[in-house]
């Protein structure tokens, strides 16, 4: 039987129309955003609104009122999580009559639709990645992001989770002054989720791949390559030249820039992942060659993690490591 009003609502109709398997994809249910979700979907937390169905004998079970609140209350926690506009509903307690309550059907579709917005995330914590020596031609900054599982990356991302990149070169002249004016023009590169589209990350709006601040032109920018959009071999998703100056040999060194690759170790199925472990490749070249650029050229790399105040932490901690590669 559909919920409605003045029907008999038993536990097998609750969860079909309502709460819906762990890994549903319809929109008409709560589970496919709280829990393990299906198609790139789910926030991994623990099933906990389903009701029991058939006692023996195949006799159907009514629908207790700790049921109906946690339903409620589950919504109210994913709502206040994304910072999802929803109709407020008290949640009955033991003994007192449950009512039909037409906006809980609305308020599941519009959790549902911001499944992946988040109003805050948790704490940040950044690892630097240095070059430590002269360089002369081009150095290439490796840096992995790994979580316990495809699971975890995926909860991570779905929740509000974000990596974060900024890039800077020691102040100077000539070669010197460019890498550092290109760092700061660079702003900051932020890997969200979405393979299109926009997610809301505390009150900012982000494509996959999108550039806050800096300055100046971008060559390449992928949109619609965060987390989803990756795949096992690397995409170019963003490249930007620095300015030019003519060196002491009248050289015109004009094409210098700073570019970053993305890949991951996942193959991205129906109901899956899109794997554990982010790598990241992000090269200064210099053009022409042969001018020393000083030590200290630094790629940060930031993990922005999402907000535990209304949900357990399904993703874990990832680790961070980071290599420096050429001359």
Known sequence: MAYSKYGKIEADDLNATLIGPANSSSPSNINSVWATGFGKGGYGQTVSVLAPGYAGGGTARPVLASQWASLINTISAVANHQGTAITAITAPTTGSPVLHYSSLPTNITNVYNGRNNAAVQGSSSTTNTVNSSTWFNAITFTQTVTFASGNAARYFFNAGG?????????????????????????????????????????????????????????????????????????????????????????????????????????SQGADGDNGSTITITTLWDESPNGLTAQAGTTVSLTVRPPSTTYLTNSWGTPSVSGSVSGQ
Request: charged share 5%.
């Open 162 to 266: 974000q990596l974060a990149l900024t890039f800077t070169h020691p102040t100077g002249s000539g070669i010197n002054g460019l890498f550092n004016a290109l760092g700061t023009a660079c702003g900051t590169l932020v890997i969200s989720s979405p393979n299109s589209g926009t997610v809301s990350i505390a009150s900012t709006g982000y494509n996959g791949i999108q550039k806050i601040g800096g300055s100046g032109s971008t060559t390449t920018l992928l949109p619609n390559v965060g987390y989803w959009g990756m795949t096992g071999t690397n995409q170019e998703v963003f490249k930007q030249f620095g300015g030019s100056f003519t060196g002491g040999s009248g050289a015109s060194y004009s094409q210098n820039y700073l570019s970053v690759n993305v890949r991951t170790n996942g």
